[in-house]
């Protein structure tokens, strides 16, 4: 075994200085498990021993069949207690407060926020981008758009009305006019029709 005084320097990633005889490293790992850290175990099979010495005392066999000797007795049931003469807790008075309760938890100053003047100003939870997903469109299945703007909806779109203005067959709702729109053209026709005829009655 070596002395408390002796040391060894281990050169594994970060130097570190080990004592074998205190059981300690410079890298404090070993005094805080009480396991032999990697630049122990160096200084340990450098003078040909075993790692297992080294380690503490109450990771032992002997120690934790020490410890679980004594029988660990059931405790006794609720109405077999002795009376104590603490007064037991009374829960705090509950006091409501004016206004209208709260319904939005209480941030973090570190999240983030957003002032809406147009609708209140008071501060507005900002919503947090979600990152790594992809949207799917319904209509062609293909990852990137949604519905609103598929190529395919509007290329069938497009299609459709040219067909209409060919002229073939396809069931289509005509648009009605608007009705001031077709009252309007019956007050045009009757007027163009009243004055032609008061031009012929006059000619005559």
């Not at 410890?67 to 829960?91: N, Q, R, T």
């Not at 758009?145 to 299609?159: G, I, L, V």
Request: charged share 25%.
């Amino acid at each position: 075994m070596s002395t408390v005084t002796s040391s060894h320097e281990c050169h594994c990633g970060r130097p570190a200085v080990i004592y074998l005889g205190s059981k300690s490293c410079s890298c404090r790992k070993w005094q805080l498990s009480g396991i032999p850290c990697k630049h122990a175990c160096c200084a340990i099979y450098h003078q040909k021993q075993d790692p297992k010495d080294y380690v503490a005392d109450c990771y032992s066999v002997d120690t934790y069949r020490r410890v679980y000797k004594p029988a660990i007795l059931p405790m006794s049931h609720e109405g077999m207690w002795s009376e104590s003469c603490i007064i037991p807790p009374i829960p705090p008075n509950f006091g409501r407060r004016a206004g209208r309760p709260a319904k939005a938890r209480r941030r973090e100053s570190d999240e983030p926020t957003l002032k809406n003047k147009k609708k209140s100003k008071r501060k507005q939870v900002q919503k947090i981008k979600r990152h790594q997903t992809t949207v799917h469109c319904r209509t062609c299945g293909e990852p990137g758009h949604n519905t609103a703007k598929c190529p395919e909806k509007s290329s069938t779109c497009n299609a459709g009305a040219t067909i209409n203005m060919e002229g073939t067959s396809v069931r289509a709702g005509k648009r009605k006019a608007p009705t001031n729109a077709v009252n309007r053209i019956e007050r045009d026709r009757d007027t163009s029709t009243g004055t032609q005829g008061a031009n012929i009655l006059r000619n005559l």
